[in-house]
């Protein structure tokens, strides 16, 4: 088998910042971040220990860095500090307690704001009442909720008395949540009566309920009243947040934790397997997302912060709450879907609140083209200065229509590659001084050391595509999975025989620039005629043809060719998916690629299966296109119905 993934795709264009936005930029110039970025790498002990001495310790580290267990690492050794201290009391005590942390909007139009005091004060009563069910330092508490404050308050409310929280998305089914549960072993629950999502009632109490029948390690299930849809209620077990709130007080002293003591659990979920618990601890973990919150959004005083993630992922956790409040910045979160009640819900709040800071997924992204450009245009963007995407790779052509329709050619974009794992962002443009092209994330982040190496772990060169490794620890690494040494190891540290060198799992090549292009993950590879392609840049060729919108590429097993591709389209709206736009799609993709890359076959979908937090889930396209059963494990799909329709329809040829 040929070890390289070839790379077929060639993008072009350079988009330089503005040297209105260099100027006013934290790292406008090229040279100073060559300094920086050599410093991080030849000192990361200096690099690290100072910015680390930016955040409020209550006890200050002796040491920065401790590899010699690796691959388990161990950061600012002797330090004791507390997130939610460092999210809140800095600035709830100083300039910016009146400033707002929080503008929070409902689905139903509803909305609230916090400044810096009013959300210590929250987070405080919230602790008291944890504490008052007897939940303390180390005990695990599931978190189940909607998009409202409560969840930023519950989050850090845990992180408060050293409570190690695990946020489960609340798209997720009961089972999913019961299997998170049961693998933390918690002993609380936080949710909601429901939460609103197009209109309707997510009933998550209930959820809650059915996940926790059989479950004796569960004493408390602290429900936050949003919907008041009608929930059952078990009075040993369940407290209304609204009641419990009535007797505690408005201050609680944080938890001095030591720098390695477990922050947080979120589970991901891999192709095989079941979903790992990753464990990030508290003082690496904050430093991280600190600092690149701080560089890579180009924080500035008076920028209003939207990244559209729900707190249930891991973009939520570093770049909705932890980074942006360690910056004092002012965040917005919303709790329901782009398109309620319309689809111009997102700019509609951009316009009404003022965002200069957007931060979203290429799979929104895509949505929005689809939706139509009126949408944007018909609200005044001109505050917007930086967007930004992050979860999978990002079409060229969702690129600069990004570019163009939301940012007005005027704002830079930083596409961000990270994992749950990585606790950070790893790769990325820093806007001010890095020229970006059109799906490349780009160049690795301060402290990051990455290259692309074979299967034999020897550096490949440039345009040579093989597997995106990272040779040095980093402050926001992942310190294991819980309760699984072991798979730990083998998953991220036993490609290469060093045993610490961290495998990302994803395929990426470097340009003659040394730009990254990440590919995708590495068993979304398809390998015709012994040529290992990425299904990527398949569907990048597909996405720039006018009548597609989105596109998922799957091998499937063929005599002949070893596997043969299978493409699923959706069009945009008006364009049937007919034999002229299949033949047109095949020979665009010849024309851009090769023929090698042709599509045996093109099928049409109003949808692709996705997971909730927006991947097209190949997985199980795989099964579709090669017509057999799937026993895949559904537990993350957004819409099983999508899999049904495809299924019915025939694939022609
Ligand atoms: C993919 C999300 C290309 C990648 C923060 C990674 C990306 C996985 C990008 C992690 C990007 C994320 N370009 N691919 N900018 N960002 N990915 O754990 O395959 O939900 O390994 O973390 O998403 O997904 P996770």
Known sequence: MSQQIENILHENRRFSPSDAFRRASRMGDEAEYQAMYQCS??????????????????????????????PVASWFDGGQLNASAVCLDQHADGERANKVAIHWEGEPGDARSFTYRELRMEVARFANVLKSRGIGKGDRVAIYMPMIPELAMAVLACARIGAIHSVVFGGFSAQALRDRIEDTGCNAVICADGGWRRG???PLKQEVDKSLEGIDHVHTVLVVRRTENEVE??????VWLHEALESVSDSCVPEAMESE???????????????????HTTGGYMVGAYLSTRMVFDLQEDDVYWCTADVGWITGHSYIIYGPLANGA???????????????????????????????APTAIRAFMKWGDEHVQKHDLSKLRLLGTVGEPINP???TWYHRVVGGERCPIVDTWWQTETGGIMLTPLPGCTDTKPGSATRPFFGVDACILNEEGQVLGPNQGGLLALRKPWPSMLRGIWGDEQRFKDTYWSKWPDGWTYFAGDGARQDEDGYFWVLGRVDDVINVSGHRLSTMEVESSLVAHEAVVEAAVVGRPDDLTGEAIVAFVTTL?????????RAALIEHVAEQIGKLARPQEIRFTDALPKTRSGKIMRRLLRDVAAGRESNQDMSTIEDAGVLERLRLTDGQK
């Open 397 to 399: 052509e969702a690129w």
């Open 41 to 70: 790498i030849d000192d990361p002990d200096g690099f690290w220990g100072e910015v680390a001495r930016e955040l409020p310790w209550i006890r200050p580290f002796e040491r920065v860095l401790d590899w010699s267990k690796a």
């Open 261 to 279: 003591d477990v922050l947080f659990l979120l589970y991901t979920s891999g192709s095989t397997g079941k979903p790992k618990g990753i464990m």
């Open 330 to 360: 002012t965040i917005v979160m919303y709790e329901g879907a782009p398109n309620a009640p319309a689809e111009d819900r997102f700019w509609d709040i951009c316009e009404r609140l003022g965002v200069t800071v957007f931060y979203t």
């Open 233 to 238: 209620w078990n009075s040993e077990r369940d």
């Open 573 to 581: 709206t008006g364009i049937d998916g007919n034999d002229d736009v």
């Open 200 to 202: 309707s009632v997510l």
